[in-house]
Each structure stands twice: as structure tokens, then as C-alpha cells.
């Protein structure tokens, strides 16, 4: 089993930045293949379905976006962390939902994410003045 923690959320003014991270963690070998995961987040805003925002491939360190963040937020990875960073700038009140951080041993990218088995439980961006 891969656990995975989200963090950094919180409330920012619109055109803000925030940061959030997601940990990987484990109790079985699986932790130890981290670097095969590819990672992936995605958002799920109030009475909305859930999106895909972004995702970085393992093999390659291949990055994704959604077009609606595109130019504004940055998928990165530290293997030796174990953690994949989101960095969100010029924040808009559309940005708003609960982050969730996904892992798969996939080359599929945020639209697919049948493809991503483990999840995190979230965490809260609000984005509003």
C-alpha cells in the first residue's frame, strides 16, 4: 500500500500563490519503487465534479496540464523526498476545491485517472478576497 498526504492548502487572496505538497509514504516495498509512480493531482470545487489538473510521468519526469492552469501552476517531484510539489500562482477564485494528489504505475496522464491507485484525502484551497 502507497499512502499519500497532501498539505499546504489553506486561503489565499485571488492572484495569491500557495505551494502543495504531496508525501509518499509505505509499509511494503512498494515505497521503495516510488520513482516508478507517475503522480498526479486533481480538484474537486464545491457541488462540482472532480478534474484533472496536472501530473508528472516517471519515466521521463514528463509534465502535463490542464488548460486552465496552464502557465500559472508547476508540477515538480523529489524522488529522495518521496514528494511531488504543485506550485499555484496568480490564483483565481475558479481554483477553489479540495487538492488531491494521485499514484499510478502509468504513463496516462490526469485525464485518465482510472489509471491512478492510490489516492491522498485532500486538501482545501479556497481562493477568495
Known amino acids: 500500500q502507497l499512502h499519500l498526504v497532501e498539505s499546504g492548502g489553506g486561503l489565499v487572496q485571488p492572484g495569491g500563490s500557495l505551494t502543495l505538497s504531496c508525501a509518499a509514504s509505505?509499509?511494503?516495498?512498494?515505497?521503495?519503487?516510488?520513482?516508478?509512480?507517475?503522480i498526479a493531482w486533481f480538484r474537486q470545487a464545491p457541488g462540482a465534479s472532480r478534474e484533472g489538473v496536472s501530473n508528472?510521468?516517471?519515466?521521463?519526469?514528463?509534465?502535463f496540464y490542464a488548460d486552465f492552469v496552464k502557465g500559472r501552476f508547476t508540477i515538480s517531484r523529489d524522488n529522495a523526498k518521496k514528494t511531488v510539489y504543485l506550485q499555484m500562482t496568480n490564483l483565481e477564485s475558479s481554483d477553489t476545491g479540495i487538492y488531491y494528489c494521485?499514484?499510478?504505475?502509468?504513463?496516462?496522464?490526469?485525464?485518465?485517472?482510472?489509471?491512478?491507485?492510490?489516492w491522498g484525502k485532500g486538501t482545501l484551497v479556497v481562493v477568495s478576497s
Open positions: 494521485a499514484a499510478g504505475m502509468t504513463r496516462a496522464t490526469y485525464k485518465f485517472p482510472e489509471n491512478y491507485d492510490y
Open positions: 509505505g509499509s511494503d516495498s512498494r515505497i521503495d519503487y516510488y520513482e516508478l509512480y507517475s
Open positions: 508528472i510521468r516517471y519515466s521521463d519526469g514528463h509534465t
